[in-house]
């Protein structure tokens, strides 16, 4: 808060409510960090649970009770707020609650959140090793005939019976010409032989995330989309390898396009190379051509280059990988095919 210039935070993005306080329905809770103490806002339904939970000081109101408690915490204060995340209206509800200045700040909290403690990667370990379970149950299953749906509910509920408190995100299976859709919806189509299917999924587990894709044959596939997969499994491997402490995010993003555009296929791959997994499925840091961050121990990435070409189908391959002290360790387990 001193870096910042400011005397208090107004905390409402749930994800820093939940980092900060350890507060489980932090959707429902508001966080006043003062130099003094930590104060959780919620309501009743929320009572035993926060007291089980939280630490720190809790008032029990709903607004605009808690914006009138408040106001005498932060009363002639430099009070800033999460600018990306509070609405305009919640805004203004401040300017008419508070005798404050209030400060806009991006990422502050974020960015404490880069670098993962022991026990968060404990977390985030243990949810990776239930997807990467959960697919070894599934997989037999991914052949022709099967429908994309079905293979959605039957990882996700592979990964509730492993232990996982749901999925990290709507699990994507895109199959055939689908594959072309990076964030293609599991539909009703059902897998044809000669298809490459997508599957990218996660596990939720005690508010960290895991996140794999794996794009896989459905019986022998013809040369074209061997030569995208292979492609993409090499942009894969290389970028992987370069990572470690100290390595410009930006400069693997470029990695594995220079090694995709040597496969010809350089306007095919239309996003990032990769994001930090952790309380959100997609935080810091990004590896992508405008990043200027610079990879630490103990951040959590993805690797996951993919090609997408309308009408003929698309790849992607994604691991989830720990930043350690000299390199790194590939925590998805599942095997990759090799075509």
Known sequence: MQHAGVDALWISQPA???????????????????????????????????????VTEVHIARSPATLEHAAGRVRGLKVGFEAEHLTVA??????????????????????QRLVKSD???VLIRRAQAIAD???????PQ???????????????LAMRRLGADGPSFETIVASGERGALPHGRASDKQLAVGELVTLDFGALLGGYHSDMTRTVPVGDVGPELRRLYMAVLDAEEQAIAAVRPGVRAAD???????????????DAFTH????????????????????????RPGMTITIEPGVYLPGVGGVRIEDLLL?????????????????
């Open 16 to 54: 820093n409510i939940r980092y900060l306080s350890g507060f489980s329905s932090p959707e429902d809770a508001k966080l006043l960090l003062t130099p003094e103490a930590a104060l959780l806002y919620t309501d009743s339904r929320y009572a035993l649970q926060a007291a089980q939970e939280v």
């Open 133 to 139: 379970a959960a697919y070894a149950e599934v997989q």
């Open 252 to 266: 693997l993003d470029a990695l594995a396009r220079t090694v995709l555009a040597g496969h010809g296929l350089a």
């Open 142 to 156: 991914i052949v022709a005939g099967a429908r994309e749906s079905d293979l959605a509910l039957a990882l996700e």
């Open 119 to 121: 026990d968060e990667i």
């Open 272 to 295: 990032s190379l990769g994001h930090g997994v952790g309380l959100d499925i997609h935080e810091g840091p990004g590896l992508r051509a405008a990043s200027d961050e610079v990879l």
């Open 323 to 339: 930043l350690t002290e000299s390199s790194h360790e590939v925590l998805s387990q599942s095997p990759r095919v090799r075509l």
């Open 90 to 111: 919640g805004l203004d509800d401040l300017k008419q609650s508070w005798q404050a200045e209030l400060i806009p700040l991006r990422q502050l909290i974020e960015m």
